[in-house]
C-alpha cells in the first residue's frame, strides 16, 4: 500500500460533502454552533467567511458556491493528509 497522499477530485464530491469537508478543516475559532440569537437556526453550523472585506458568520448550509470554491482547496488538502495518515495507520 503506498504512504502517498492522494489528491480528491472535487468533481467527484456533492454539495453535501464539500461542506462537511471544509467544516471539518476549518479552525475551530471560525466554526461553532449558532446561538439562541439566530431563532430556527438555534444549533445549526455555522463558519466565519470573509464578505465584501469583513468577516461574517453564516450558516454553513447558505454559503455560496464562490465561497465553497475558495475553501474548498485547503480543505481538500487537508482530508487528504488525514486520510493518508489513517491509510497509514492499519
Known amino acids: 500500500m503506498s504512504d502517498a497522499i492522494q489528491p480528491i477530485d472535487p ?13 471539518r478543516h476549518a ?3 471560525y466554526k461553532g454552533p449558532a446561538g439562541p440569537a439566530w431563532g430556527e437556526h438555534a444549533g445549526e453550523k455555522t ?5 465584501n472585506g469583513a468577516s461574517v458568520l453564516t450558516l454553513l448550509e447558505t454559503l455560496s458556491d464562490a465561497q ?4 474548498l ?3 481538500l488538502k487537508k482530508e487528504a493528509e488525514r486520510r493518508a495518515k489513517k491509510g497509514a495507520q492499519q
Open 68 to 71: 465553497i470554491a475558495d475553501k
Open 47 to 51: 463558519l466565519m467567511v470573509n464578505e
Open 11 to 23: 468533481a467527484s464530491l456533492s454539495r453535501k460533502q464539500k461542506l462537511a469537508i471544509i467544516y
Open 73 to 75: 482547496p485547503y480543505a
Open 27 to 29: 479552525h475551530r475559532d
